[in-house]
Each structure stands twice: as structure tokens, then as C-alpha cells.
């Protein structure tokens, strides 16, 4: 939780001055992180934090609702007194005398309602920090990568090779050991985590715009109070929004904001990964970039999958949520689809490739027509024939549209028209044809485009599969055991509880590698 910062200036950059005085910054103290360079971090952080004081104040000052005993300048009033203790109490090393000062200010709350008001403004401010923050770790990040900061921790794959290498190991036996190992995310629905999606979503939206403004300190000056607008207008939607849920969240709801995560962070932060892994390899290693089929991160989810956590999770909720998850997976390979589709116009292609466009029925007319249904930008469109690479990818896009549609029927009505011979159901009918023009473009000659996009979907393919998360199922062991000794009974042998666990483990081992039916 963010701390009330001290009295600062206001005149620093907002990405970082350098020390005029030639001395190093101590850039931040406590929480284990020791870091010093000659980069002033910390001015352009309180900047920030002033500012969204600033724009939360007047945001209660013109909208806050409040009873005629509890007025908007009174509650701006108290806030400012209390900040101001707070900054005195934390400038003069926390004594006694300042902390009684500070709950003298507390005290002169007295309605029920003031104190309600005040607890949710410091809410929101202290939200509101976390973003400003993570700004300034953002800020001291891109300054260390660019070698113009220090940490005592090791952060960036270079400092982990300079580690190894001092450990004696050669780029083979590193290279050999990230390409058989795995780091897997599992996604739960801790009851902890109180905040609704549409507040996450509306503070995602000001660090959005923090980091733009990072990017651009060099604005012009309505430039920059149209950004203060926005923020500004984001404050106040989030000071206007419900804070509860009013609504307990079902185990699907739950999946629903957990398969979020994965489509707007993991989905693309797990291929930038894997393409610095590669960088990190070619250019520092001097060996080769991770083969295709390497997966060295995964994702797993307990959500709508615990039936031992959480009674309100049965098997229909099971089956619901991994129709969503395919769902959303579907949806996210058409839309990377789609985009290959108009990147990869290149006519050059090798023997093997054109062999393999004629096996699938492709590349035999002089224009391929592609259906209005997955060309939205058309009402028709088509692809000549000496684009090999479009033929593939409108193929697939047409088939991943059929996907994504048949499991949004699922989801919503519990049942398709649409048959599973039309759709994508195993990951490797995506893998082959993008490996395929993978290979091909490689042997062209155009290893640039390859390694671009193309790869990155490819990667994606490998870590999400179809069913973008891979549902962990627990239950707890009786009902297991319940159940194999009614098919044990049925069977007629020897029941299963009474059997040890060796040899429980030898019996089942023996009907998984069974190609018969257990129960018929």
C-alpha cells in the first residue's frame, strides 16, 4: 500500500532527470530494494502522486454526494488536514508528538457519515497511488535496462547469463535446460480479491494513460490538460461506481475475470517473453533461438474446476467453463488469423510447401473466394493464386470462425448446428499449417517475417492450445475412490479400496494403456 509522501517539488521531468550535482539519487528506501544511479526517480513519483491528489480533490469537490452535515469542502477541508498530519508525522521520523497530532485530526470526525466519506476518498487516493507507484517502477525498470540505473537484485535475463556463466555453464547446457523446462501460471478466484472488473478496468485505463504520458514528455501544453482530462474523467467514473458487488459472482463469473487476465495480459506478454528468451540466446549466447515447439511457460486455472474448494462448482459448471475457455481461445486465433492473413501476401514459396497446398485441396483455382461471413471489411473478397501463404491463412480463418462460432453456441444456448468436422478441435491443426509456412519462409529467405508475428502465434499455440487454460480438476480423494469401487463392483474384481497403492497404481496404469472400454 502506498505510503503519503513527504512535501516535494513539483519541477522534475516526468521520465527521470539526471543529477545536476553529480551525485548519486537514492532512488527508493525500504522494501528489501536498494537502488542508486545518477537519475532522479523520485521527483517525477511525487509529481504524480500531487497530481492525482490534485484532480481526485477536485473531483469531490465538484461531484461528490454528499449529506448537507458532510459538504464537499468539508470533506476536502479534513483530507488536506489529514494528509498534512500525515506528511508531518512521516517527515519528523514518526514520534509520538506528530502521531497525536494526526489522530487529534482524526477525531474531528465526528458524524458517522464524514467518516464514511473520508475512509472512501483515502480508498480511492490509495488506489489511485498504487497506479503512480507502478509508474515510477516502470520508470526505474526502463532506466535500468538502458544501463542507466543499478539494483541489488538481479532482474533482466543478461544478469541471470552473467550469474551462469560465473557458475561455469556453456550456452548448449543453457540453451538444453530452458528447452525442458516449464513455469506454469495457475489462475484461482481468491475471495480476497474484492475489486469489481469495472473498477480494474477503469484504473487499468489511468496507468494507460500515465505511460503514454511517460512516452511523450516533450507535449504540447494542451496536449497535456487534455491528458489531465482523461485522467481526470476516469477518477470520476471510478468515484461514481459502486465500489461492492451487490451480486455474489458465480464460479462461470469467476472464470469469466480470471480468462480476462489471459487475453489481456498473458496472451501477448508470454510471446514478448519468449521473444527476449530468443534475443537473449542469438545475440548474448551466440546459439539458437528456442526451437518451435518449446513451451517454456504454461497456464493452468482451478477456476470452475475446484469441486473439493468450492460446493457451488459441479460438473456442469465444469463443462460451461471449458466451453467459455474455447470460446475465447477460438476468438483470439481468429483474430491473430485474420491479421497473418493480410501480413503474409508474399508469393515466393518452397516445392514442399505448394506439395502441401495441393494435399489440402488449396491452391488449385486462380482466385480463391473468401466468404462474407469471415471477411468483414468486404462483402467479398478474394486472393490470387500465386499468394500461397493468403490460401492457408483464409483456410484457416474461415475454419477458426467456425470454432469461435460453435463454441459461442455452446456457451449460449447448450448446443450448435454447427458439425465438429467443420471446426478446429485438436491444437495441432493449427500448428501444421503455420509450422508449414514457417519452414517455408525460412527456406525463402525470409527469416525477418517468419520470425515475427508468425512465430509469436505459433508460440501462443503451443502455451494456450484450444482451450486457452488447461482446467486443473480437483476433488477430493473419497469421491475417487467411491467411484472406481462401484465400477470395480460392477466389474466383479477385487474392489479397489481394498487394494494397496501399488497395487492400485499397477491396475490403473494397466486399463489406461487398454485399448478396451473400462465400463461398456
Known amino acids: 500500500?502506498?505510503?503519503?509522501?513527504?512535501?516535494?517539488?513539483?519541477?522534475?521531468?516526468?521520465?527521470?532527470?539526471?543529477?545536476?550535482?553529480?551525485?548519486?539519487?537514492?532512488?527508493?528506501?525500504?522494501?528489501?530494494?536498494?537502488?542508486?544511479?545518477?537519475?532522479?526517480?523520485?521527483?517525477?513519483?511525487?509529481?504524480?502522486?500531487?497530481?492525482?491528489?490534485?484532480?481526485?480533490?477536485?473531483?469531490?469537490?465538484?461531484?461528490?454526494?454528499?449529506?448537507?452535515?458532510?459538504?464537499?469542502?468539508?470533506?476536502?477541508?479534513?483530507?488536506?488536514?489529514?494528509?498534512?498530519?500525515?506528511?508531518?508525522?512521516?517527515?519528523?521520523?514518526?514520534?509520538?508528538?506528530?502521531?497525536?497530532?494526526?489522530?487529534?485530526?482524526?477525531?474531528?470526525?465526528?458524524?458517522?457519515?464524514?467518516?464514511?466519506?473520508?475512509?472512501?476518498?483515502?480508498?480511492?487516493?490509495?488506489?489511485?497511488?498504487?497506479?503512480?507507484?507502478?509508474?515510477?517502477?516502470?520508470?526505474?525498470w526502463e532506466h535500468y535496462r538502458r544501463g542507466e540505473g543499478t539494483l541489488h537484485y538481479q532482474q533482466t535475463l543478461p544478469d541471470v547469463l552473467e550469474t551462469l556463466k560465473k557458475a561455469g555453464k556453456t550456452s548448449k547446457e543453457i540453451r538444453d535446460s530452458l528447452c525442458h523446462q516449464q513455469t506454469e501460471f495457475v489462475l484461482t478466484a481468491h475471495p480476497t480479491q474484492a475489486t469489481r472488473q469495472t473498477l480494474l478496468h477503469k484504473y487499468r485505463r489511468i496507468a494507460e494513460l500515465f505511460q503514454e504520458r511517460e512516452h511523450n514528455p516533450s507535449a504540447s501544453y494542451r496536449d497535456d490538460l487534455r491528458w489531465k482530462q482523461s485522467i481526470k474523467r476516469e477518477i470520476l467514473s471510478a468515484w461514481r461506481t459502486n465500489t461492492v458487488r451487490r451480486v455474489k459472482p458465480t464460479p462461470e463469473d469467476e472464470a469469466r475475470n480470471g480468462l480476462k487476465v489471459v487475453e489481456h495480459v498473458l496472451w501477448d506478454a508470454i510471446a514478448e517473453h519468449m521473444r527476449q528468451i530468443d534475443d537473449w540466446l542469438v545475440e548474448d549466447l551466440d546459439t539458437e533461438r528456442l526451437p518451435l515447439d518449446a513451451a517454456v511457460v504454461g497456464v493452468g486455472s482451478w477456476i470452475g474446476g475446484d469441486r473439493d474448494g468450492n460446493p457451488y462448482v459441479t460438473h456442469d459448471v465444469t463443462e460451461r467453463v471449458v466451453w467459455l475457455s474455447c470460446w475465447r481461445a477460438a476468438h483470439l486465433y481468429y483474430t491473430a488469423v485474420d491479421q497473418l492473413l493480410f501480413e503474409?501476401?508474399?508469393?515466393?514459396?518452397?516445392?514442399?510447401?505448394?506439395?502441401?497446398?495441393?494435399?489440402?485441396?488449396?491452391?488449385?483455382?486462380?482466385?480463391?473466394?473468401?466468404?462474407?461471413?469471415?471477411?468483414?471489411?468486404?462483402?467479398?473478397?478474394?486472393?490470387?493464386?500465386?499468394?500461397?501463404?493468403?490460401?492457408?491463412?483464409?483456410?484457416?480463418?474461415?475454419?477458426?470462425?467456425?470454432?469461435?462460432?460453435?463454441?459461442?453456441?455452446?456457451?449460449?444456448?447448450?448446443?450448435?448446428?454447427?458439425?465438429?468436422?467443420?471446426?478446429?478441435?485438436?491444437?495441432?491443426?493449427?500448428?501444421?499449417?503455420?509450422?508449414?509456412?514457417?519452414?517455408?519462409?525460412?527456406?525463402?529467405?525470409?527469416?525477418?517475417?517468419?520470425n515475427g508475428n508468425l512465430l509469436d502465434l505459433i508460440r501462443k499455440a503451443r502455451v494456450f492450445g484450444m482451450s486457452l487454460v488447461k482446467l486443473d480438476i480437483r476433488q477430493e480423494a473419497c469421491r475417487h475412490t467411491d467411484l472406481l469401487d462401484a465400477i470395480t463392483?460392477?466389474?466383479?474384481?477385487?474392489?479397489?479400496?481394498?487394494?494397496?497403492?501399488?497395487?492400485?497404481?499397477?491396475?490403473?496404469?494397466?486399463?489406461?494403456?487398454?485399448?478396451?472400454?473400462l465400463v461398456q
Open 489 to 517: 463392483d460392477f466389474l466383479g474384481i477385487r474392489k479397489y479400496s481394498d487394494m494397496n497403492e501399488d497395487e492400485k497404481r499397477k491396475w490403473l496404469v494397466s486399463e489406461l494403456e487398454s485399448r478396451r472400454p
Open 1 to 140: 500500500m502506498a505510503e503519503i509522501a513527504p512535501p516535494i517539488s513539483t519541477n522534475g521531468s516526468h521520465n527521470g532527470n539526471v543529477a545536476g550535482n553529480g551525485q548519486d539519487v537514492d532512488v527508493m528506501k525500504g522494501n528489501g530494494v536498494s537502488v542508486t544511479s545518477g537519475v532522479d526517480f523520485i521527483n517525477p513519483m511525487d509529481d504524480d502522486l500531487v497530481l492525482i491528489k490534485q484532480l481526485l480533490l477536485e473531483v469531490i469537490q465538484e461531484h461528490v454526494g454528499t449529506s448537507a452535515e458532510s459538504t464537499p469542502k468539508r470533506i476536502a477541508s479534513v483530507i488536506e488536514r489529514l494528509l498534512a498530519a500525515s506528511r508531518k508525522y512521516y517527515k519528523t521520523g514518526c514520534t509520538d508528538t506528530a502521531f497525536r497530532d494526526l489522530v487529534r485530526t482524526v477525531e474531528t470526525l465526528e458524524k458517522p457519515k464524514e467518516v464514511l466519506d473520508v475512509a472512501r476518498v483515502f480508498h480511492e487516493y490509495l488506489s489511485l497511488a498504487n497506479i503512480a507507484e507502478r509508474q515510477h517502477r516502470l520508470r526505474r
Open 344 to 450: 503474409l501476401s508474399m508469393t515466393s514459396a518452397t516445392p514442399e510447401f505448394k506439395a502441401y497446398l495441393r494435399s489440402k485441396g488449396l491452391g488449385n483455382e486462380e482466385i480463391r473466394n473468401t466468404t462474407s461471413q469471415t471477411h468483414y471489411d468486404f462483402a467479398l473478397g478474394n486472393i490470387p493464386m500465386d499468394e500461397p501463404y493468403r490460401q492457408v491463412f483464409s483456410d484457416l480463418r474461415e475454419r477458426l470462425k467456425k470454432t469461435e462460432q460453435f463454441w459461442y453456441q455452446m456457451v449460449e444456448e447448450n448446443g450448435t448446428s454447427i458439425a465438429t468436422s467443420d471446426i478446429i478441435t485438436h491444437i495441432s491443426q493449427l500448428i501444421e499449417p503455420l509450422t508449414m509456412c514457417y519452414d517455408s519462409l525460412m527456406a525463402c529467405g525470409d527469416e525477418l517475417i517468419a
